[in-house]
């Protein structure tokens, strides 16, 4: 299906990406697991961009998790390195996109030299009216709804007015709609403490194709995969 046709059947709002594979595809190589991680960016890049181009309001992706620390100390910092120097360099291609920069996780626990990359990355791309990138860096969905029940505790807010819409806005970014469409690559089938909250009524598609090795291909087949789904939310449909 061309691009104008998979537009013409109904975007996804939200899509939201677990890229997973990388370890594996490197080593499959006889490669580092760092080499799968540097592929893996060239793969993020050609979605978002493949989104920009549909059209797609948000494309979260899923960058480092608040497990990953877990990892060895060399690969952790290689992504780490991976994530800042992307972000120094590589303005031109979200303004060429028009992509809108945004973060999700704990940025208090990022080294500092990764910080302020995130928030120079928000800051230069906040007017780009196009596609919302959101990266989650330090993300874990526990985490996220700890902190945001923190804001509601401080904010002194009674029980009787603590609603769902004020949950959903005490999450890291208040007005980032539910998500549509999940993918994940890489063969597992687990949400890996991402995005919990906002998952109550996504539609998941899993593939084993490893994530260097995803390309705008694939991505636009999962994407007729989500038009395909009868979302029901519950209701029984003509009643
Ligand atoms: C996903 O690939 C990228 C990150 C978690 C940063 P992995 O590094 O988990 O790759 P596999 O799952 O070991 O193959
Ligand atoms: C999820 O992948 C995290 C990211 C893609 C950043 P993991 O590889 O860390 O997940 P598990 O350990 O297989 O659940
Ligand atoms: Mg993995």
Request: proline share 3%; with cysteine.
């Amino acid at each position: 299906m061309t691009s104008e046709e998979i537009i013409a059947r109904g975007l996804p709002e939200h899509v939201a990406i677990i890229m997973d594979g990388n370890g594996r595809w490197a080593k499959k190589r006889g490669l580092p697991r760092t080499a799968g991680h540097k592929e893996g960016l060239t793969s993020a890049k050609k979605i978002v961009a493949a989104a920009a181009k549909l059209g797609i309001k948000y494309v979260t992706l899923y960058t480092f998790s608040t497990e990953n620390w877990k990892r060895a100390q060399e690969e952790v910092g290689y992504l780490m390195s991976l994530i800042k120097g992307h972000l120094r360099a590589e303005f031109e291609f979200y303004k060429k996109n028009g992509i809108k920069v945004e973060h999700i996780g704990d940025l208090s626990g990022l080294p500092a030299d990764v910080q302020t990359e995130i928030l120079n990355a928000k800051k230069d791309t906040e007017h780009f009216t196009g596609t919302t990138c959101v990266l989650a860096i330090n993300y874990g969905s526990r985490d996220e709804i700890v902190r945001g029940i923190k804001k509601i505790v401080q904010s002194g807010v009674n029980a009787e007015n603590i609603s769902e819409e004020l949950v959903s806005k005490s999450l890291d970014i208040p007005s980032l709609p539910p998500v549509d469409l999940m993918i994940r690559t890489g063969g597992e089938e687990r949400l890996s403490n991402f995005l919990l909250w906002q998952c109550a009524y996504t539609e998941f598609v899993f593939t084993d194709t490893l994530w260097p090795d995803y390309n705008e291909n694939e991505f636009f087949a999962d994407i007729e995969k989500f038009q395909q789904r009868n979302r029901r939310f519950g209701a029984v449909p003509n009643s």
